[in-house]
């Protein structure tokens, strides 16, 4: 009898183990509390990924727009525009020189011209 039931035991053990796992509504699911901040800041509730380099052409255009041969007056310059015209903390980094970088947003774009490279993201806060 002790042979038995192990055995049934060891059978309501596997089926328990092989149960799907729960269903989650998934409508909105991790995205939803990304796209209300987003639209918080005026983007849309699905932001477009035009390149790897830049997902809004609003800031592509701000960068565009103030973006001058010398790094450390464009950074200035397109970190105060992107803050009026889009709101939010941008961090912005300009250089003449190749750089790397490795940021965790959901607004960025990279542009430049001839002389001059920028970056720039919305800074999130950690509440």
Do not use: W
């Amino acid at each position: 009898m002790q042979f038995n039931q192990l055995l049934s035991m060891l059978k309501c053990l596997t089926l328990t183990r092989q149960r799907e796992p729960p269903r989650y509504p998934v409508k909105d699911g991790y995205r939803q509390p990304i796209r209300r901040a987003l639209a918080a800041n005026g983007a849309a509730s699905k932001p477009e990924v035009f390149t790897d380099k830049c997902n809004d052409e609003r800031l592509k255009k701000i960068i565009e727009e103030n973006i001058d041969s010398n790094p450390s007056s464009s950074k200035r310059k397109i970190q105060k525009a992107a803050s009026d015209e889009i709101g939010g903390l941008f961090d912005v980094i300009c250089s003449s020189h190749d750089f790397s970088y490795l940021a965790n947003t959901q607004l960025f774009c990279e542009a430049g011209n001839d002389d001059v490279t920028c970056f720039a993201f919305l800074h999130t806060l950690i509440q």
